[in-house]
């Protein structure tokens, strides 16, 4: 038996969040297990986990919510969560996730413990401890916190996965749409032997080398970058980073940064948001359009192998659909990214 499911319905991929919280939960002397991509599942496959997983009334369940933004994820839920009432009505239900999404408690059952909000491992671990009599809590570190694959996939791992690496927390911009609760914070990132040792289990247990990085912006630190190249040489593999960026800082950084962008990241995300001056203005990026323009063109010369996404945002403060038509035919005519 274990002593606490969690459970996400966020599509097709395996979630970072529910394999972050149960090896913390692991850590702290729980049995744990995930059950994610509900939202694939019908109802007889969905019945079958509950039978097989739900075996006692003192287990808890938990529930992800951090990407549940849909109708059909957040119906998935519900289902889920009525089903295991039906076969223990006492079960003790706890819901989290990085943003308070909406009216989503409106959207679920009742009786429901919520712990909302990023970076609240403290507040995980007393509200499981309090729910399960337990009083075992160590002091949480994140540079030195990484997720126990082993213990979580003890058996026969699948193979092929993606694996999520927190490298980071925190972020010194002040992005006025950001809608995170750590604008203007510290960025705290793990050192080498960390990483090195979180990467080389993932891979032992899956076989997999593909690494999403998880930071509020990957490149806002050199030296966070320098710790990672220097954990990525160690490794008896080469690893492929997927990378969240801010282009207009990547336009400025040293050539050591780029040269590791060209060593290692093989899917980057970059931030633009908008090629209109005075938009960019309003929420305090670089207005140096052309100077935009052109790093885009260098890059994807210089970065053919790596795939391109180009981020940017409808409805900003003197934007219009006309911009966005430039902007279209402007990527378009330019091939400067591979999806957008």
Known sequence: MKDVIIISAEGSIVSAGPLYVASLLIDHGYTAATLQ?????????????IDLYFTHEKQILGVSLTFARSNHSLATLSKFIIKVRDKFPNIKIVAGGANSIGDVKSRLPEGIIYVLG???ENDIIDTFNKLSGRIIKKPFDFKNFSVNYKALFPKVAPKGVIMYLDLSRGCYFNCVFCNYNLRGSKSNFKNRDQISKEINEFYEVFGTSDIFLLCNTFNESIDKI?????ASKTLPFIPSYFAFTRVDLLMSQPEEVKEFYKDFVRHVFLGIESLNPQTLRSIRKSVNVEKIKQFLIDFRKDSLETHVTLSFIVGLPNDSYDNHAEVAKWINENGVYDSA
Do not use: S, T
């Not at 509900?38 to 986990?49: G, P, T, V």
């Not at 320098?226 to 220097?230: G, N, P």
């Open 118 to 120: 990023q970076n609240r």
């Open 226 to 230: 320098r710790e990672l190249k220097e």
């Open 37 to 49: 991509c509900l939202d694939y599942m019908d109802d007889d496959k969905i019945q079958n986990l």
